[in-house]
């Protein structure tokens, strides 16, 4: 099965900061991730797809990159609202495994 | 709006069995594939199992394998878990959630539940 790890897995930032998370894959999945937000108590939120393409609805300071094994998503300027824990998920075959979590926490 | 709601959870003793439902709404249930994905209390997201839209394909993580049953009545819009043998690793909110795109999983799931907490003690 694919592995997939995640850096960091926590990181304290301030408001108006630009984030980066990485999500790497132990072999390559083309395109094939989503990124994920979720807050305490809540269901996961879908921020991204097939790496880069941005689901509706959501703020255009996410964004997401990379292609093969390493992905990055990044938070432009880190909004109040963006404190939450993001899950990388590889979708490139069963099953479809998630990372481990960043957690991203006000400096 | 798309809605899914599930139940059936709650406390269990290890070795019995419990179903879980989720009722959706607000889609064309039977053209999307569906996934389960649990949540073990203070930990990440795990991958649990998935049904393609018209219920032929399924696929399990090997957690699960050979104890649970996911299934689907597209005419009662409903998706399904059957949990049996259950394990203390089993305890956490189970969430049912949607794919993205009709037919294929490829842009990940846009739509999920509340969750149901499921908690196997003695």
């Known amino acids: 099965d694919i592995q997939l790890t995640q850096s960091p897995s926590f990181l304290s930032a301030s408001v108006g900061d630009r984030v980066t998370i990485t999500c790497r894959a132990s072999q390559g999945i083309s395109s094939y991730l989503a990124w994920f937000q979720q807050k305490p108590g809540k269901a996961p939120k879908l921020l991204i797809y097939?790496?880069?393409t941005l689901q509706s609805g959501v703020p255009s300071r996410f964004s997401g990159s990379g292609s093969g094994t390493e992905f990055t998503l990044t938070i432009s300027s880190l909004q109040p609202e963006d404190f939450a824990t993001y899950f990388c998920q590889q979708l490139n075959g069963y099953p479809f495994i998630f990372g481990p979590g960043t957690k991203v926490e006000i400096k | 709006q798309v809605q899914l709601v599930e139940s059936g959870g709650g406390v269990v003793q290890p070795g019995r069995s419990l179903r879980l439902s989720c009722v959706a709404s607000?889609?064309?249930?039977?053209?999307?594939?569906m996934h389960w994905v649990r949540q073990a209390p203070g930990k990440g997201l795990e991958w649990v199992a998935v049904i393609s839209y018209d219920g032929r394909s399924k696929y399990y993580a090997d957690s699960v394998k050979g104890r649970f049953t996911i299934s689907r009545d597209n005419s009662k819009n409903t998706l399904y878990l059957q949990m049996s043998s259950l394990r203390g690793e089993d305890t956490a909110v189970y969430y049912c959630?949607?794919?993205?795109?009709?037919?294929?999983?490829?842009?990940?799931?846009?739509?999920w539940g509340q969750g149901t907490l499921v908690t196997v003690s003695s």
């Open positions: 959630a949607k794919d993205a795109d009709p037919y294929i999983a490829v842009s990940g799931t846009d739509s």
């Open positions: 607000g889609f064309r249930f039977s053209s999307f594939g």
């Open positions: 097939a790496a880069s």
